[in-house]
């Protein structure tokens, strides 16, 4: 088990955490069709209480899980590291956005059990969640160009599609399915409900393919590179598990649901199929829709590898020399100064420094960086 594997699982834990919020707000939202909402938007809500609760334990356990890997001092230190993660890192200042949204989100996951304010309690509830995934975007590689940049924003669209597409898979498969038959729901309503749901991960699925192939261009650059780095392979390998789940969603969308929307078309009239087309292409929807899950589960983990290894294009560059020369301590603490060559000295590669810390690899933050700009070298304070 390499060191980086309880990390990873971490952020993995915290984007399905994230999708398991997103997906019954978004079914809730866009999928459930207005005769069915009563049958299932009880159910749908206590999801949503339970994904919150997971996700209010995956903040904690991000926030810790980054104090270890910053101060390297193991689970015991944490108590005294975690106070200087939250005050002095850029992650610090970032997560302390989570739990503001949390206690919003339960505020008005608890105003959404009446039913009157449900809805709108749901697109609130939305809205918080897509400003916790942007804590994610904000505190991994898209930052390393700084703050609210152009990454940050496409890796945050990704992000919150994601959670839309597999979210509502999720759901489907854990909260819809299981009932769908047993349901009292009017063959035409079941099939606007599959149709819709359809749509709406046909949306979602666009713009992820749109943002990933953006974020993949920029840390990667060039196909020698996708070919040659271990990022780039662990990319080739989230790509494959994406293409099983994409040519399920597709199997869905143009085989099965024509079927079932035929069979309600039908419904009340001469069928133009067999009786029971509808019942045994909805089966086979289902089977399909759990094996889709399986995929999406496997390319989240995918992702959280791909989030703690090093894009080529950051490796390419000259931070690697800066940081062999930087005094790397086993026990940081306190000031110290780290000297930087003059192709360091400019402000997106100082940036990137910063950003780098973030990983745990180097200090926090860097004394004023304009005044490295004329120099040839020049000696920085870093606070460990
Ligand atoms: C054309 C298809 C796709 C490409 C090229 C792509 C590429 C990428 C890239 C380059 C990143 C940035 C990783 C980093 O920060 O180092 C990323 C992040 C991510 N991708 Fe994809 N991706 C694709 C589809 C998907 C799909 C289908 C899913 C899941 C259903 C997914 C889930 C994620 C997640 C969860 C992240 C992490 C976002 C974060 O936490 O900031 N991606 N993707």
Redesign the pocket.
Known sequence: MSAHTPYIAL?AFD?VALTLVIGPLATLLWIVPQDAREAFQARLWRLTGAALFVLTLSSIALLVGRTVEMSRQGLGKVAHWLPLVLRETPFGHVWLLRPIMLVMAWAVWFIGRNLERRRAAAAFLFATTAVIAFT??AT???ADQGSWTLPEWV??A??VS?SV??GVVFTMSIAIFPRLSRERLSPSVRADFIARLSSVATAA?IC??VT??L??Y???GTLAALRTST?GHI?LV??AL?AV??ALGAANRFLFVPRIRAGAATAGRRPLRPPGTDERALGLLMRSTGIETLF?LA??AA??V??H?M?PREMDHAMGGAMARAPRPAHPAGARRVTLRRTLTHRPQLQRLISTVRYGVLPTRTSAPETLRPRRSATIKVWL
Do not use: C, E, F
């Open positions: 952020s984007i994610r975007s991994g590689h898209p890796d945050w990704h992000l994601v597409w597999a699925l992820i393919l990933g192939v974020s993949a920029h840390y990667i990022y990319l989230k790509l994406v789940a994409v999406l390319t989240l992702a959280a791909l989030l290894g894009p």
